[in-house]
């Protein structure tokens, strides 16, 4: 990963025209004064660096397929081995530390998968990803039994795929945790991997790309005919960030809700152009007015479309919608599909508790 964000980095340095394309798609680089290329070749500071979604949403928008994600990324690893940000700080956002979030709600919450976990052997396995199986795990173990019945899964993958590590700069973490995944995965002799979330989705390809493991995901397998909605309300769907490029979920997605009766209203932003939730990054706890606004951006835009149901196939950007007030409901695709209404709204009050309590 450091050699991608190196060699993006350089040809942002020698080949930005400076044109202008991707400041019109986002807010952060329309406040700055320079363009991504002379910013990479000037240098930014950690403030910054930390104030970019990685959502690449610019880059989808640049005439020479650049990447000024690169630029912020890059100088995050740096921050971290400059020792200018000190990642303890952060435990709770980090998912190789006991203190982080996701494993405090799952223990105060009592939610535990040692029934579920894969043992060697198990050649199919699901890796519904951190959000998915702390925040739903009606959801998990739902979609788990379904690919148990219909698709000889064996076991469930509980661990983290890194990503958030790489995320934060942390970039030694983030490749001893996919370093350990990849032993794991092998030592189990797993030979299929079917995923939920699109972050996990993009980023297992990336580290398990060598290893001839097949990566699915749960909308390419499952089958979600059977359950055909009635009175089925409108729906539109927010698109995820990683999934931008290739839109293996975005087209799968659309199919199984079609499949299942479900009518899909359009957003003016979908699919490739699709902005952040507001989740990228991390950016929410270090510049979290920009996370705000596009939220409330974004909530208004699924009001604009006439939907009743706001969906997200990442469970991200569901609680970072479902915790504002709107005029139209939000919900996991699953949670259609399957026919498991969640209401999510006070998840992240439930959160910030915990948080509180573990001091
Ligand atoms: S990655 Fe997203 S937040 Fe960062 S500069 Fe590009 S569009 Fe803006
Ligand atoms: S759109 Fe591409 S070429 Fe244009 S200013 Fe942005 S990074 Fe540079």
Not at 99 to 120: F, P, T, W
Not at 180 to 187: E, G, I, Y
Not at 258 to 274: L, P
């Amino acid at each position: 990963m450091r050699d991608g964000i190196k060699s993006a980095l350089s040809q942002l340095e020698q080949e930005c025209l400076d044109c202008g394309a991707c400041a019109e798609v986002c807010d952060l680089l329309a406040e700055l004064t320079d363009s991504p290329g002379e910013l990479a070749r000037r240098g930014i500071d950690v403030y910054l660096a930390y104030s970019c979604f990685l959502c690449d949403r610019c880059a989808a928008a640049c005439p020479l397929e650049l990447r000024p994600s690169a630029l912020f990324a890059a100088r995050r690893m740096a921050a971290v081995e400059k020792g200018e940000i000190d990642p303890e700080e952060y435990n709770y956002l980090l998912p190789d530390r006991k203190e982080h979030v996701m494993q405090l709600y799952r223990s105060y919450c009592g939610i535990d998968y040692g029934d579920l976990e894969a043992e060697k052997g198990a050649e199919i396995c699901f890796f519904p990803g951190c959000t998915l199986m702390t925040y739903s795990p009606v959801l998990t173990r739902e979609v788990f039994k379904r690919l148990e019945d219909e698709c000889g899964c064996r076991g469930m993958l509980t661990d983290c795929c890194g990503k958030p590590l790489s995320q934060m700069g942390l970039e030694e973490r983030a490749a001893e945790s996919s370093r350990n995944l990849v032993d794991k995965v092998k030592c189990l002799g797993v030979k299929r991997i079917v995923v939920a979330c699109p972050g996990c989705y993009y980023y297992l390809y990336e580290i398990l790309g060598q290893e001839e493991i097949e990566i699915l995901t749960v909308y390419e397998v499952l089958d979600f005919t059977e359950i055909t909605a009635e009175n089925a309300p409108l729906c539109t769907v927010h698109d995820s960030c990683p999934d931008r490029f290739k839109g293996v979920f975005s087209k799968g997605v659309r199919a199984a809700l079609k499949k299942s009766g479900f009518s899909v209203v359009e957003m003016t932003a979908n699919r490739g152009d699709t902005p952040c939730c507001g989740s990228g990054g991390q950016v929410s706890h270090f510049r979290p007015e920009l996370a705000e606004k596009l939220i409330e951006v974004r909530l208004r835009e699924a009001e604009k479309s006439g939907a009743r149901v706001l969906l997200a196939y990442c469970l991200s950007c569901v609680l970072n919608f479902a915790t504002r007030p709107s005029g139209v409901k939000v919900r996991h695709v699953l949670n259609l599909l399957l026919g498991l209404d969640e209401d999510y709204s006070d998840v992240k009050t439930k959160v910030l508790k915990i948080l509180e309590n573990a001091g």
